[in-house]
């Protein structure tokens, strides 16, 4: 069975980088389009920034400069690499991929997250 396995996360002051994974196991033909959402305490989830098939990236604005989403295709996994980090950063991070099994179709798929804790 096919899962988005996710590590990264931690407790880190501001200022400072953590990178995210997430990473396919089981057998998979590849990641399309993917995603990292994130969700603060009593707010609700969040698009932090995604990356299509094809290489077209986004970022919301609070991020934009700070975070770089990026994949490695051969490996099946999925990254965002978090610096300057601040304590509104603070969540639990999700990514959200649809794969590819060669069908025809692609599913949706979440990872289980991972949460990113920013002191100041």
């Known amino acids: 069975q096919v899962q988005l396995v996710e590590s990264g996360g931690g407790l880190v002051q501001a200022g400072g980088s953590l990178r995210l994974s997430c990473a396919a196991s089981?057998?998979?033909?590849?990641?399309?389009?993917m995603a990292w959402y994130r969700q603060a305490p009593g707010k609700q989830r969040e698009l932090v920034a995604s990356?299509?098939?094809?290489?077209?990236?986004n970022y919301i604005n609070s991020v934009k400069g700070r975070f770089t989403i990026f994949r490695d295709n051969a490996r099946n996994t999925a990254y965002l690499q978090m610096n300057s980090l601040k304590p509104e950063d603070t969540g639990v991070y999700y990514c959200?991929?649809?794969?590819?099994?060669?069908?025809?179709?692609?599913?949706?798929?979440w990872g289980q997250g991972t949460q990113v804790t920013v002191s100041s």
């Open positions: 089981g057998p998979i033909f590849r990641m399309n389009a």
């Open positions: 959200n991929a649809m794969i590819d099994f060669r069908t025809g179709h692609e599913y949706n798929f």
């Open positions: 990356l299509t098939s094809v290489g077209s990236i």
